[in-house]
């Protein structure tokens, strides 16, 4: 098998690890020549304005996750090195293991890099990390970058 690059998704959260991950994507693109896809997915919030609180409306929630996605997108392409690298930044809402595996699915990935740590504590033992769950659900070549 000749295995080639011309796809690669890596998962960014704004944490130190993901961008440790950008870095090793962008220098695998660099490489390969490949077209590096940078993907951010946000969990959408359940009850996080408390008891008794009322949610935000559906405009102020999408707002405010929209901006976010952006600052992080925004922020980790002003610090990496893209130049002559063929991107893109996707923005994605859900579980971040399902977005992931449906944009890779969708860009006809040649490799996934995520970070090993991204989610708080709270999150990993409630629901798992998303590296652990990736590991098992995709067909994809995938990178966990320490």
Do not use: F
């Not at 922020?75 to 971040?96: A, F, H």
């Amino acid at each position: 098998m000749d295995w080639q690059i011309s796809n690669l998704v890596v998962g960014v959260d704004g944490s130190d690890g993901s961008h440790r991950a950008a870095e090793i994507g962008a220098s695998i693109a660099r490489h390969w020549k490949a077209k590096l896809i940078l993907t951010t997915v946000v969990r959408p919030p359940e009850g996080w304005w408390g008891i008794g609180g009322a949610p935000p409306t559906p405009e102020a929630l999408s707002a405010a996750i929209v901006e976010g996605q952006q600052k992080v997108l925004g922020d980790l392409v002003d610090g990496l090195d893209l130049e002559g690298i063929e991107y893109e930044t996707v923005q994605e809402l859900g579980d971040p293991t399902t977005r992931l595996l449906a944009v890779v699915e969708d860009r006809e990935a040649d490799l996934l890099v995520i970070g090993k740590r991204g989610a708080s504590i709270a999150e990993r033992v409630l629901l798992g990390s998303t590296a652990d769950r990736l590991s098992q659900l995709t067909d994809c070549p995938l990178l966990v970058v320490p």
